[in-house]
């Protein structure tokens, strides 16, 4: 069975400081990951996911995340925090390669204060 | 843009009622999924439809049913709408391919009194 744990329900940063939001899985098979997010009143919108073309997956706004095999991790990164970043991040590993059906953590909420 | 479109963004209804949740994708995908998201809880899958008619069990499927009539709609059914199924309700629509990603609708909070 594949599951996904975020650690930290809340993570609060200055504006400008780094951002680290910590995903660990567990997969039998080759995992499929992905990060989202989600803005207030809004669905989810796709960040990035792990293709295994690469280890280190860029996706949008600045976002970044490294998949490590031996740690079982693939932690969502940003440089400098916008406010506008304020938001609820999800990683997700895929349920079945094929069909989009995701397993979610329990989601972190990012606070970014001025 | 892939359009993922539920029918209402806020809806309050009154326990024992039958609900209706309705979600219409424009892109032909394949797959569409019925979440629910609770704080601390994450998104839990509902219900997941891999074709016309073809529908099947999710994590939490107690007291919903499904519909899959069209292609592209997908509906979501609270046969008698109970308190403790209040909460937001977020569709999704996928292609069927390697490492395919899922689209999401706008959500619908679900107030049942």
């Known amino acids: 069975a594949q599951s996904v744990t975020q650690l930290g329900s809340h993570v609060s940063v200055s504006e400008g400081a780094l951002v680290l939001l910590r995903c660990n899985y567990s997969s039998s098979v080759p995992p499929y990951l992905f990060w989202y997010v989600q803005y207030p009143n809004q669905g989810l919108q796709l960040l990035l996911k792990y293709t295994s073309a690469a280890t280190l997956v860029k996706g949008i706004n600045g976002f970044e995340a490294e998949f490590k095999k031996s740690e079982t991790s693939f932690h969502l990164t940003k440089p400098s925090a916008h406010m506008s970043d304020a938001a609820e991040y999800f990683c997700a590993v895929s349920g079945s390669s094929n069909t989009g059906k995701l397993i979610f953590g329990q989601g972190t909420t990012l606070q970014v204060k001025p | 843009d892939v359009k993922v479109t539920q029918s209402s963004r806020y809806l309050v209804k009154r326990t024992g009622e039958k609900v209706f949740l309705e979600c219409v994708q424009d892109?032909?995908?394949?797959?569409m999924f019925w979440y629910r998201q609770d704080p601390g809880l994450g998104l839990r899958l509902i219900y997941f439809?891999?074709?016309?008619?073809?529908?099947e069990k999710g994590d939490i499927p107690e007291g919903y049913s499904v519909s899959r009539e069209k292609k592209e709609r997908f509906s979501l059914i609270l046969e008698s709408a109970s308190t403790n199924q209040t909460s937001m309700y977020l569709c999704a629509s996928s292609l069927t391919a390697p490492n395919t990603e899922a689209f999401f609708g706008q959500g619908t909070r679900l107030t049942v009194v």
């Open positions: 439809s891999y074709d016309v008619k073809m529908k």
């Open positions: 892109m032909d995908h394949e797959n």
